[in-house]
């Protein structure tokens, strides 16, 4: 079965405290990125990656990164977190940049 | 900035009525990607519609991209509890550069009572 899995569903911690959320994609696709979604808002993309070792900043980058060291992987690492990364996390992957994108069940993520 | 907006916000309605979502910008749009979003899970591709005026259907949802590929809608007739969600239009667009990305509009949550 086609999917993006991410890990942890839900996740509580502290404020510093470093955190990673882990992607996998079993499509091969080329294409991952990690949005937020928070009320209002809508979906904001937070970095994306083109290809394994190929990654760039989306449109909320800050306090974030990423890496593509295999191309079935793309984790979100959150070095400080801070309490206005309180938020609700997809991981998204797709063929193409523009194309059809499969995501993953989300993270709810709450820095306290 | 290209940007695609949605109206309504919000929307609730009695099962049985139909409505109409809209997704709308000044830009053009290769293509035009629907995609619902239930409560406690990602958004799940519906439909993508590709030629100016294009129309497509399922089941109870008809889906419109406007002619200039500047717009779309969907539409859903004789709604049902079954299509509470969240519905987010996303576009395929190619810039200067000819390098495409896929911009999301903000979303329309739909309620639908019994």
């Known amino acids: 079965e086609a999917q993006v899995t991410q890990n942890p569903r839900y996740l509580i911690t502290v404020t510093g405290k470093k955190l990673t959320v882990t992607c996998s994609q079993n499509?091969?696709?080329?294409?991952m990125s990690w949005y937020r979604q928070d009320p209002g808002l809508g979906l904001r993309q937070i970095y994306y990656s083109m290809n394994v070792e190929v990654t760039d900043k989306g449109d909320v980058p800050e306090g974030y990164k990423v890496s593509r060291k295999e191309k079935r992987n793309f984790p979100l690492i959150l070095e400080s977190p801070s309490p206005n990364q309180t938020s609700l996390y997809f991981c998204a992957s797709s063929q193409t940049r523009w194309g059809e994108a499969f995501f993953g069940q989300g993270t709810r993520l709450t820095v306290v | 900035t290209q940007l695609l907006e949605q109206s309504p916000q919000f929307l609730s309605i009695q099962e049985g009525e139909n409505l109409t979502v809209y997704c709308n910008s000044s830009?053009?749009?290769?293509?035009l990607q629907w995609y619902r979003q239930e409560p406690g899970e990602g958004p799940v591709l519906l439909v993508t519609?590709?030629?100016?005026?294009e129309v497509k259907k399922l089941k109870r949802l008809t889906f419109q991209f406007g002619d200039a590929r500047k717009d779309s809608s969907l539409h859903i007739t004789a709604a049902q509890p079954g299509d509470t969600g969240l519905y987010l239009c996303?576009?395929?667009?190619?810039?200067?550069?000819?390098?495409?990305?896929?911009?999301f509009g903000q979303g329309t949550t739909l309620q639908v009572k019994p």
């Open positions: 519609v590709v030629t100016g005026g």
């Open positions: 499509m091969n696709h080329e294409y």
């Open positions: 830009s053009v749009f290769s293509s």
């Open positions: 996303a576009g395929a667009w190619f810039g200067s550069s000819n390098t495409g990305k896929l911009i």
